[in-house]
């Protein structure tokens, strides 16, 4: 099982700052790597896929990058609705697996 | 637009059979595969499985954690993916997700139900 460590496991910016989020893979999973937001009562929404690949409706402060075992999720400059629980989740290998998270809060 | 809704028991006892349902509207199950996704209260996700029911194949993965205990199926005529784990304790206590998993987006989730919990107790 290809475990997913996602550091930090909470991070505190303000809003208009930037955000570096980072996952990485107990074995390479190439670049088969998703990343969800989850707000509190909400179902997680899917960010980016396949390492780098914004989802529809996604706004462009959000970027992905990396390949391999190292990825990094960027919000360019945070707004208030960014401030969220965030996870990565891999479909190189099954079973499927999922990030423990970092909750990203207001400072 | 596609909806995902979850549907079970409010409370499963110790030792009893979880058992439940996700009503897809908006698409037809045939053209994607679909995952369950659990959630315990105030933790990460976890992947259970999925069925990847194309047409007339069909096809299911289980999480090797739950395998020995869980079916997950699909009944094309009522547009609804199914979940069944039994034997459960409380460490089954949480929030339940059906999730669409979509070739256009890199067999990602893309779409999620609301989600439902369980909470296993006696």
């Known amino acids: 099982e290809i475990v997913l460590t996602q550091s930090p496991a909470t991070l505190s910016l303000s809003p208009g700052e930037r955000a570096t989020l980072s996952c990485r893979a107990s074995q390479s999973v190439g670049t088969a790597l998703a990343w969800y937001q989850q707000k509190p009562g909400q179902s997680p929404r899917l960010l980016i896929s396949d390492a780098s690949n914004r989802a529809a409706g996604i706004p462009a402060r959000f970027s992905g990058s990396g390949s391999g075992t190292d990825f990094t999720l960027t919000i360019s400059s945070l707004e208030p609705e960014d401030f969220a629980v965030y996870y990565c989740q891999q479909r190189g290998n099954w079973p499927l697996t999922f990030g423990q998270a970092t909750r990203l809060e207001i400072k | 637009q596609v909806q995902l809704q979850e549907s079970g028991p409010g409370l499963v006892k110790p030792s009893e059979t979880l058992s439940l349902s996700c009503t897809v509207s908006g698409d037809s199950i045939r053209d994607y595969y679909w995952s369950w996704i659990r959630q315990p209260p105030g933790k990460g996700l976890e992947w259970i499985g999925e069925?990847?029911?194309?047409?007339?194949?069909?096809?299911?993965i289980y999480s090797p954690s739950l395998k020995s205990r869980l079916t997950i199926s699909a009944d094309t005529s009522k547009n609804q993916i199914s979940l069944k784990l039994n034997s459960v304790t409380a460490a089954d206590t949480a929030v339940y997700y059906c999730?669409?998993?979509?070739?256009?987006?890199?067999?990602?989730?893309?779409?999620w139900g609301q989600g439902t919990l369980v909470p296993v107790s006696s």
């Open positions: 999730a669409r998993v979509s070739r256009a987006t890199g067999w990602y989730f893309d779409y």
């Open positions: 069925i990847q029911k194309i047409q007339k194949s069909e096809n299911t």
